[in-house]
């Protein structure tokens, strides 16, 4: 009986391994983050990094995606694309994605410093030439941008960067099928749990729309 008494009061006493953590789904960056975080990479002078964080919010593709691009796969030349389609390694789908102006400028930048080639990653290793920034080192850099702009790190990763545009789009349009075919998921369900859609706010969308 001691035993158990003093097993209960050991376990009273101790603190969780959560507490004061984040626990599941890194949140998205809210707007005025965004914005910040590329000011302070632009003052910087930060030319890859803020290549890779424009392209990052832009193109919604997970970390192992980002990193794998080469720059056939977004340029011809110095003329980076509008749009452009990748193979996704979880799925083995194709899944398209817009660069916006900003981000085809800050990409362009990236090129002409580094003088890449059409079959270089676009990301590089510092460490290897040819081998591209692994999601290791990514999710590093996720760490250091967020910590710029007074953000606790441990709140959040990589995939805090897929998430933003996808839930910005989300909360505008409502529009989960458009949502879907961004982020390229399989399924209508898989883009519910990944944006954290309540339920009733999916089966009102649902009855919404005609078939």
């Known amino acids: 009986m001691h035993d158990r008494s003093d097993n209960q009061q050991a376990l009273a006493g101790r603190q969780p391994w959560n507490k004061g953590r984040l626990i599941g789904q890194k949140p998205p960056l809210k707007l005025k983050d965004v914005w910040a975080i590329r000011l302070r990479l632009q003052l910087a002078g930060r030319v890859r990094d803020l290549a890779l964080f424009n392209l990052a919010i832009d193109s919604k593709l997970r970390g192992c995606d980002l990193v794998r691009l080469r ?23 194709p899944v398209r994605f817009e660069l916006t102006e900003p981000t085809r400028e800050a990409v362009r930048d990236c090129l002409l410093k580094a003088k890449l080639g059409s079959a270089d990653p676009l990301f590089p290793s510092r460490s290897h030439r040819f081998s591209h920034l692994s999601t290791r080192q990514y999710a590093r850099i996720v760490k250091s941008w967020v ?12 995939h805090s960067l897929r998430r ?48």
């Open 71 to 93: 720059v056939a796969d977004i340029a011809h030349g110095e003329s980076v694309m509008p749009r452009a389609t990748v193979i996704q390694q979880k799925t083995g789908r």
């Open 164 to 211: 933003t545009k996808a839930t910005l789009i989300y909360r505008r349009t409502k529009n989960l099928r458009a949502v879907q075919l961004l982020l390229g998921h399989t399924n209508l369900q898989s883009t519910v749990r990944y944006l954290g859609v309540e339920v009733d706010d999916a089966l009102e969308i649902a009855e919404q729309t005609e078939m």
């Open 147 to 158: 910590m710029l702009v007074g953000l606790a790190p441990r709140d959040y990763g990589t």
